[in-house]
């Protein structure tokens, strides 16, 4: 990986991610609107999906978010690090040895088994000391499995581990949640499966209520949710896609409760300068493999990014394209590792130097996560979050732009915010 904090933004490749913080920022915006009174919780996982986690953690708070999810530990201390003090929840339960460095960065963990729970209060207990004059006991989010069959505690056990729970001092109940496996998909298979994890919710917090415990947050929208099912907002919606600007799936457009002129905005642009220029005949070929011969004399401009950054090697055999001086132009014969070429045609103009947009805009052509997710049979989350570390990120906000190169979270970055201290560690 090139880069880290410091490295001269000449030795920058000519490529690569522009995120839009504004972009974020509006729809974070955007979502805290529709799922209020709910409250809003930014997931910045996996590098805020490719985006930058620190930056759009930023973003996102300033947007309206009053929460950060993360699926790692890794992920919350990265936050802490750079000095956001915003509650922290883990979307998943942390491994045992991870416990001591979840309390001591003040991170909210989930918990569904019974092992957790204990060396969860163990350490609790043994860093009272330490906490001495913090806020007291921490605070626990239970996740029930009510369908997806991922992670989260069987219905039927919920009880047994809340009411353990409850009688440790040193820990507070303050969550109670789930997932829903098919709330971005239409269809009435999708919306049974919805509905019946939405009941097992339902049974799950009344029989808690039986005895007597009320968690202040039940959630459990994420973005699909929160567009489409009003009453799975509860308390809090954990939103990820919607924050970078993709509805969860396209499907969804019909469904979504976004008001007209409400829409969502791709935070993330992919673009490159051309890196070499060749005319090649009709019948050659062009990149590695016999398979692909250029249909017709052309000029190819080879384009400095390749699957090592995220551009998937398969995108080129089902019709991958880009942007280029205005025009959508086919990608030719395999992504590379670094590199992959564009046929331009016989008559382009093309240069070195010249601007290649991947993802985004040029003129009035643009091409979206959600066009790649459709030819490589994925999703927009993979696209993004798949783009490489390697690709350095510029960030864009207010009309000023600054450049990140790796992954490192600069903390004199353009983003922060007066007020956020750095957290001793
Ligand atoms: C990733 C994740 C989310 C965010 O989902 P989006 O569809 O991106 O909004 C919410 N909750 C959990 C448990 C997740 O793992």
Not at 315 to 335: K, T
Request: hydrophobic letters at 45%.
């Amino acid at each position: 990986m090139i880069g880290g904090a410091g490295v001269s933004s000449a030795l920058a490749r000519p490529a690569r991610a522009v995120v839009d913080l504004d972009a974020v920022r509006h729809n974070a915006r955007l979502m805290a609107e529709l799922a209020s009174p709910a409250a809003l919780c930014a997931v910045v996982k996996a590098d805020g999906y490719g985006h930058g986690a620190v930056q759009v953690a930023r973003a996102a708070v300033a947007g309206g978010a009053s929460w950060l999810g993360v699926a790692m530990v890794e992920e919350g201390i990265e936050l802490r690090r750079a000095g956001i003090m915003t509650p922290v929840l883990l979307l998943s339960e942390p491994p045992l040895e991870a416990m001591e460095e979840v309390v001591r960065s003040s991170l909210t963990p989930t918990v569904y088994s019974e092992e957790a729970l204990f060396e969860l209060s163990r350490v609790a207990r043994s860093s009272a000391a330490r906490r001495a004059g913090d806020a007291g006991a921490v605070r626990v989010h239970v996740k029930v499995d009510t369908g997806m069959h991922r992670v989260g505690a069987d219905p039927e056990d919920v009880i047994g581990i809340v009411s353990k729970l409850a009688a440790m001092p040193e820990l507070h109940l303050e969550g109670l949640w789930t997932h829903l496996a098919a709330a971005d998909l239409a269809g009435e298979a999708a919306r049974e499966l919805t509905r019946s994890q939405l009941q097992a919710f339902e049974r799950c917090r009344a029989e808690l209520e039986g005895i007597g415990v009320r968690p202040e947050i039940l959630h459990v929208a994420s973005s699909a949710g929160a567009l489409a099912y009003p009453e799975s907002r509860y308390h809090m919606a954990r939103c990820g896609i919607a924050l970078y600007g993709y509805l969860p799936s396209p499907g969804l457009a019909d469904l979504a409760r976004l008001a007209p002129g409400d829409a969502l905005v791709p935070a993330m642009r992919l673009e490159a300068e051309v890196s070499h220029v060749r005319r090649a005949r009709a019948g050659e070929g062009v990149s590695y493999g016999i398979d692909y011969r250029l249909p017709d004399d052309s000029v190819i401009a080879t384009v400095p990014l390749g699957y090592a950054d995220g551009v998937p090697r398969a995108l080129s055999r089902s019709g991958g394209e880009v942007l280029l001086a205005g025009e959508r132009r086919p990608i030719a014969g395999v992504v590379t590792m670094d590199q992959f070429m564009v046929d331009c045609g016989p008559r382009s103009q093309v240069r070195r130097g010249d601007d290649v947009v991947l993802l985004g805009r040029q003129g009035d052509c643009e091409i979206t996560a959600d066009d790649w997710a459709g030819i490589l049979g994925t999703i927009s989350y993979e696209v993004l979050s798949r783009i490489g570390a390697r690709v350095p990120r510029v960030y864009r906000q207010g009309g000023e732009s600054s450049l990140a190169l790796g992954q490192e979270p600069d903390p004199g970055g353009p983003g922060r915010r007066r007020g956020e201290s750095r957290m001793d560690e």
